[in-house]
């Protein structure tokens, strides 16, 4: 699923999203995903999630998540904070993807960014198929599972998309490890750049 709220992040509007700049997050980043969800509008969590969780609820869901066994993957910002999430869970023979994407950044391509990254990771680790299960009137998702080449079953009110994933390749595990260099790469600047501006708004605040 996806959803879109407002951020202030110091991104030029007009750049894109791509998968290079697509991190995956270790259980060291829960406080970063709380922070995410957290700041989405009840609107927006509820599109993301089917319902309007609180901030507990929120909490807890973040604390469930198994790092080991799923795979989550975020796009940040200079001050690395994140501005689109994507959670793969895996199934014993599919894989479940939400997806959420903050406003400033919607049509810049982070949702596809995201998805390909994840439609990536899970072909490479055998899983035959992904989906994503959302409400009907999440003309955001349809619009990714569409342009996904997904195929979409509506039913009472609720949508069920479905990618079959081809079978890992050397050239996909390959890309994949690329793809995860340059992402560590682009964090270590966007981390360069917010160590430099706390510098320097200490130093005008002194």
Not at 7 to 27: C, I, W, Y
Not at 147 to 167: E, F, Q
Not at 170 to 184: K, T
Request: glycine share 10%; proline share 3%; with cysteine.
């Amino acid at each position: 699923m996806i959803a879109e709220t407002g951020h202030d992040s110091g991104f030029p509007p007009e750049a894109p999203f791509t998968q290079a700049g697509v991190q995956r997050l270790n259980g060291g980043a829960r406080g970063l995903l709380k922070t995410h969800f957290l700041a989405l509008e009840p609107e927006d969590r509820r599109l993301r999630f089917g319902a309007s969780l609180s901030a507990d609820s929120i909490a807890a869901y973040v604390d469930r998540i198994d790092f080991d066994r799923d795979a989550v993957f975020a796009i940040v910002d200079d001050r690395l904070a994140a501005i689109g999430v994507a959670h793969v869970a895996f199934g014993d023979d599919s894989a479940e993807l939400g997806i959420s994407v903050l406003l400033p950044f919607r049509g810049r391509g982070a949702g596809g960014a995201l998805f390909a990254r994840a439609a990536e990771h899970a072909r490479n680790r055998s899983v035959p198929s992904l989906f994503m299960h959302c409400l009907a009137e999440n003309a955001a998702i349809m619009h990714v599972a569409r342009k996904s080449g997904m195929r979409i079953i509506s039913t009472a009110g609720d949508v069920d998309a479905h990618l079959a994933l081809a079978p890992a390749s050397a050239a996909s595990i390959a890309g994949e490890y690329l793809v995860d260099r340059f992402a560590v790469y682009d964090y270590a600047l966007k981390a360069h750049v917010a160590t430099w501006k706390g510098i320097n708004a200490a130093l005008e605040g002194a």
